[in-house]
């Protein structure tokens, strides 16, 4: 907890004051919301029916937002502290592998010299201007490129030629595509972090978790073909409570599958075979989910998205193990661009027909973005890992700690999001000012009110929610952040 | 013309000699069939009425194999000419960049060392013995693996930790996640070759061509959302004409789509609206295959997979220019496992919908990979190109050739399966022996005989066509085909 303080210290001064000592707090979610809606006095009992459906949340009565100030406090000790407690006095951000810092750095500014002038890889949204519109609609993880920027060689891949040309990676492996390599790496981590059960699990790889999600669906489907052919079964409804995050609807219904269909918010379901979508933390709000449909006739079945379940954005309270777990390194390192997922499988049955998937859909999964993903995965790890070669003398080598950098920003970004909302007056951020904020106006549609500000952000139309409400994503680039804070203070 | 006889004299010589000098052929296709049948006289004609139909492609009366044979001799020479005209002295895989030997030599080796010390990349498929199963069933294209590692640094990729971690790669482009080097690789490539279109087209990429087969189905599909909600619209029937590429029918049913579905051989076809699959050259029987269909409602689509249509395969004899067409690394350069498949396409509104598809689906492709495709595409280009650099001091230094590689190993192969088939005596070529060959007792089911022998084909079942034939990978590492040679040899 000291170490995170260290961090953190200043910027939770700054956010207590800002908040009037009301006790709200720190804030790891990995969006906001906020909304702009009358400035008629509303009755306290309309927030509470608000469609975010905030009360609902069974992890407890506070937005995540609030129950991660306290996590900062108490809550997340145990994990924390398991996280941190080789933290060391350097910060993260100037490590250097003392061992290799000569020979690596000169071949690696050879290489990237090299690189550099041959190919031009992308630097994703362009860089921004006080005058830019900000695009804070998708959740673009580009703010953990500072990061990544200052780890080094610890995350570099070198791919010669001739690597993994092969369609196959482990043919006795379930998963025959999976790079036994990111399997290890990613049963380390969650071994490290301790957010998910490993052990009799399977290791499934995807294009994005986006991927395991429709190979999820298509495993949950009951299989038709085993009755005649052009059996006109029908598909099975998936649900989610509301508000969910807006991709699942588009996602499962943009093929008009006959296997599964999309059948809303989960709260509103009333039969009995379906299958259960809790993302948890959720997208957008945040909330930590359980599932809410309980089958009588177990043709139910439920797929865990924990995306978000990582210790920069929530504290890590206990080992998840569900039947399907859903992780992206987009989210949890923040490398989107590499589009790689994984699910975490207990049935073996289950994870054939999601590898079916895969296989039917992309004929497996890039083999250099699994080998870059094990790579990256293994330097978060490495950094909360005492390894054996840290004697005394190198101790002060810390290597990177991708969480506490991680932590460090949310709460800082969090504050300045209330610092401005606060400056602005015609924003509220739910349940900070216990109900609808005052705007001299009526806005129904706070995305298009923000366009018009040339702030883009996704309307709670999108998840099932009121169009009062916006998701604001929280992990841009400082710039493109600060920007936006800048802008939003200046509404009156 | 004379820069291929380098390369594949000696081995033309033992081909022509093991084929009586009847005039058959080289052999570019990527895979061949093998049929094993009945001892029984059969008449002529019952192989004219084969259900691979030979005869229907439009390309001419032979088979691929055949045609290929003659292009080394006349038909390709334009095509060729173009890509063999800086053909120097020097074997094209022990290649080095003259400028850049030493020293990029030392930082290669250091960073192999380093990156085999802490990250393991799967080899594939496990090396074989004159034991093992051999698995020519899929067509992993190995056999490249061999060129690619003479090349030298010309396609080694270094990734470091904090590149293309965005979502976006050029969000002023449709295709908003396709690397824009990439994008121009793919265009040189096309114009070095000059087996495809590219100006005034889309380039989009996706996780193999696979992904954008079904992106294609979805873009063509009719709209019926714009109908009435629940809209029952038929789905569109979807057809090629047989024996078509096995996976197209499970590739596009799989999920039981409301938009399309497999309806089989487009010779069989009667409706008129329709999307056909036209594969040339065609998997499984190399044929050069054109539209069968003509839609006189204008609602008939044609989605052009061009997979093989490189000089390695078959003569480039012309720029394909079609609406649609999709090519892959993976049997262009051989690279399967960067999933790296980009579509030409036509129309900016199916372009669109294409790359709607890709997003709803993986949210884009593996950055990753795309930069190391670009590369590859790039070193492949590098061969064919003189670059300014290049004086007359350095000219010995020839970049590698992939083409020539392909050409002589295809060339090598052929040869090989024709001297194993005539060893042998119960299998034929189809069209090389004019008809059935004798065979001790009925094989209805030759890839379960084969199987017997511990070699794994696919059956002609999957391809629409008749399980006496069965397709073999020709695309293999050298060691697995060699023994499976020897097997088929010693099949009495």
Redesign the interface.
């Known amino acids: 907890m000291a170490a995170l303080r260290v961090g953190t210290r200043a910027v939770e001064g700054r956010f207590q004051a800002s908040n009037g000592g009301g006790g709200g707090g720190g804030g790891m979610a990995p969006s906001s919301r906020l909304v702009a809606a009358h400035r008629e006095a509303k009755p306290r009992s309309s927030h509470s029916a608000a469609p975010w459906k905030l009360p609902r949340r069974r992890g407890g009565a506070m937005p995540l937002w609030r129950v991660a100030v306290f996590a900062s406090v108490a809550l997340n000790v145990a994990t924390l502290a398991l996280l941190l407690h080789h933290y060391a006095t350097s910060p993260p951000h100037h490590y250097h592998d003392a061992g290799l810092t000569t020979?690596?750095s000169d071949?690696?500014a050879?290489?990237?010299a090299?690189?550099a002038s041959?190919?031009?890889?992308?630097?994703?949204?362009?860089a921004v201007t006080t005058d830019s519109v900000i695009n804070l609609d998708?959740g673009?993880?580009?703010m953990?490129?500072e990061f990544?920027?200052e780890?080094?060689?610890?995350?570099?891949?070198?791919?010669?030629?001739?690597?993994?040309?092969?369609?196959?990676?482990?043919?006795t492996n379930v998963c025959w595509f999976l790079?036994?390599?990111l399997d290890r790496q990613v049963r380390r981590l969650h071994r490290v972090v301790g957010n998910a059960a490993v052990d009799g699990y399977h290791v499934l790889v995807?294009?994005?978790s986006?991927?395991l999600f429709?190979a999820a669906l298509?495993a949950l489907a009951p299989d038709h073909s085993a009755a005649a052919a052009g059996d006109a079964g029908e598909p099975i409804s998936v649900v989610s409570t509301a508000p969910y995050y807006s991709?699942y609807p588009?996602?499962t219904d943009?093929?008009?599958?006959?296997?599964f269909r999309w059948a809303g918010d989960a709260d509103a379901f009333g039969g009995d075979s379906y299958i259960e979508l809790v993302c948890s933390p959720n997208n957008p709000d945040g909330a930590i989910r359980e599932a809410v449909l309980d089958s009588k006739t177990g043709n139910g079945r439920t797929v865990h998205d924990l995306a978000y379940y990582w210790p920069q954005y929530t504290p890590i309270t206990k080992r998840a193990a569900h039947d399907i777990m859903l992780f992206t390194v987009?989210k949890s390192t923040?490398?989107?661009?590499?589009?790689?997922g994984w699910a975490l499988v207990k049935d073996r049955a289950i994870a054939r027909k999601m590898t079916k998937?895969v296989e039917?859909?992309?004929?497996?999964?890039?083999?250099?973005?699994q080998?870059?993903a094990?790579?990256?995965l293994?330097?978060v790890s490495d950094g909360y890992e005492r390894r054996p070669e840290q004697t005394k003398e190198t101790k002060t080598a810390t290597p990177p700690r991708l969480f506490d950098f991680g932590r460090r920003k949310m709460v800082e970004r969090w504050s300045m999001l209330r610092a401005a909302v606060a400056a602005s007056g015609i924003f509220s951020l739910p349940e900070e000012t216990s109900g609808f904020c005052n705007f001299t106006k009526d806005v129904e549609d706070c995305a298009g009110f923000l366009r018009g500000h040339k702030i883009l952000t996704r309307s709670g139309a999108q998840f099932g929610a009121d169009a009062r409400y916006v998701r604001v994503s929280m992990l841009d680039r400082d710039d493109a952040y600060d920007i936006f804070i800048n802008r939003l203070s200046s509404l009156k």
């Not at 610890?154 to 990676?169: C, D, H, K, L, R």
């Not at 943009?254 to 296997?259: P, W």
């Open positions: 020979r690596s071949a690696a050879h290489r990237r090299r690189t041959s190919m031009a890889p992308s630097t994703g949204k362009p998708h673009d993880p580009t953990f490129e990544w920027r780890t080094g060689d610890a995350a570099e891949v070198v791919i010669p030629g001739w690597q993994t040309m092969s369609y196959f990676s482990d043919v790079e036994p390599e995807g294009t994005g986006t991927q429709m298509y991709s588009a996602v943009f093929l008009r599958s006959g296997l987009s923040g490398h989107a661009g590499t589009r790689i998937f039917l859909n992309t004929i497996g999964v890039s083999k250099d973005s080998m870059r094990a790579k990256v293994a330097a």
